[in-house]
């Protein structure tokens, strides 16, 4: 069990994070792309924030509806909703156990998806376990989708607080992987897999870089104070 207040200068695990103003601010691609997974995934995060509210942590969507679409936010202060839509945009809601993601300390948040089973992590321990059939472009195939971080994506519902170690792979992580890297700001000890990885280092400017390499998964910042 993971427990402590993680209070850092700068990112938690680098040396800056995304701080979004919770009005105006978000990341976002500048058009859609493939992500390297259809219905098998797993997307992790650091998040902060002192906000009282239901915020959008991440929003993936086509531009025309909700086919595929998977959009995980602060459910109103008291737990961690993760929402997954199959390729038909019928739409599937896993809500954590209750929790307290704005208490001003940094946690960690994995969603993960096996296309039959769901799973929501906490600080590397299981809150929410699901038994949802997610087709997800029949579960193989690699939809093209545009990332929003911190909004969704009528750029709405802002998320007022810090992002660190966006990290996103197409198989499903294990409690055991989680652990093993959810402090590291490295080499992870479990790449394999890794479709998209953005650690927000830059700390100026408006370019995000996917250390993964996959160029068109690169993010933009909305403006250059949300660092």
């Not at 979004?20 to 219905?39: C, I, K, R, V």
């Not at 929410?128 to 997610?134: A, D, E, K, L």
């Amino acid at each position: 069990t993971v427990a402590g207040d993680f209070t850092t200068s700068g990112g938690l695990l680098g040396a800056s994070c995304l701080t979004l103003n919770g009005s105006s601010e978000y990341a976002a691609q500048t058009s859609a792309t493939t992500w390297g997974f259809g219905g098998v995934f797993s997307v992790e995060m650091w998040i902060k924030s002192t906000a009282d509210e239901s915020a959008v942590l991440f929003d993936m969507y086509n531009g025309s509806n909700n086919n595929d679409r998977i959009n995980i936010f602060n459910n109103g202060g008291t737990s961690i909703c993760f929402k997954c839509y199959n390729s038909s945009g019928s739409v599937f809601t896993m809500v954590s156990n209750t929790v307290n993601p704005d208490d001003g300390k940094w946690h960690h948040v994995a969603c993960t998806s096996s296309g039959s089973a769901q799973t929501i992590h906490y600080d590397g321990k299981l809150i929410g376990s699901f038994s949802n059939t997610i087709a997800r472009t029949t579960n193989t195939n690699d939809p093209s989708m545009r990332l929003y971080i911190g909004c969704d994506k009528d750029v709405a519902y802002f998320w007022d607080g810090s992002i660190d170690e966006l990290r996103m792979f197409s198989d499903v992580r294990t409690e055991a992987e989680i652990r093993a890297d959810m402090f590291q700001g490295g080499t992870l000890a479990n790449s394999g897999n890794l479709t998209a990885r953005h650690s927000f280092n830059e700390g100026t400017s408006t370019a995000i870089d996917n250390s993964q390499g996959t160029a068109g998964r690169d993010l933009v910042l909305s403006d250059a104070g949300g660092w």
